[in-house]
């Protein structure tokens, strides 16, 4: 690794090539010991901005699969086999919709980034009660237009991340109930 150079923090650009040489290991063994079989070499690319392996899967390029073989690179190039404990991940945008207004009469509109703001700041709280397994990360993608203008229109991007489907499932749902009470704030202002 050299400081300084291209690449993903986790060490993504590196990825692809383990893929590679661990096809031509597989290869080698199997042509050692006159094992039959398929390899296929899959790209893990766009894996946490689009989840690219959910569409491999729904696609069926991995059926009829008997083994996967994948990396992606940690800290220090630590290794593992097996059970990673890693996360699952849902990704969903809250969008939230108010009424703009100048800012020498900011009475008269709803600010739809006081939505996003009430929401994480609920979303912050809420954590220090969820299990340390999971992982939740936003980004406010969309908080108006320029500051002498109460926000129409604002949006916040969420990763929710646990072990299991139903942990996952849980935080999704949190955060729903976490978006309607402030789209019910934002609601309940007066102008």
């Known amino acids: 690794m ?42 893990g690319v766009a894996e946490e901005l689009v989840a690219s ?21 940690a800290n220090n190039l630590g290794t593992n086999w097996g059970e990673g404990g890693q996360t699952g991940l849902v990704s969903l945008q809250y969008n939230f919709h108010g009424e703009s207004a100048h ?9 739809a980034l006081d939505a996003v703001e009430l929401m994480d700041t609920g979303w912050n709280f809420h ?6 397994q999971q992982r939740s990360h936003y980004v406010i993608s969309n908080g108006g237009d320029q500051p002498n203008v109460v926000p129409q229109s604002a949006s916040v991007w969420y990763y929710f991340r646990e072990v299991d489907y ?11 109930r976490m978006a309607k009470g402030a789209a019910l704030m934002l609601r309940s202002c007066r102008s």
């Open 2 to 43: 050299v400081s300084g150079a291209p690449g993903h923090g986790e060490g993504h650009n590196s990825g692809v090539p383990l893929n590679i040489l661990a096809a031509l290991a597989v290869k080698a063994e199997m042509e050692k010991h006159h094992l039959s079989g398929t390899i296929k070499l899959w790209p």
């Open 53 to 73: 392996k959910a569409f491999y899967v729904r696609d069926g390029y991995f059926k009829d699969v008997d083994a996967v073989l994948f990396a992606h690179v």
């Open 103 to 111: 800012a020498a009469a900011p009475w008269r509109g709803k600010s």
């Open 127 to 132: 954590r220090e009660h969820l299990r340390q």
């Open 166 to 176: 139903d942990h996952i499932k849980g935080l999704w749902e949190d955060g729903d």
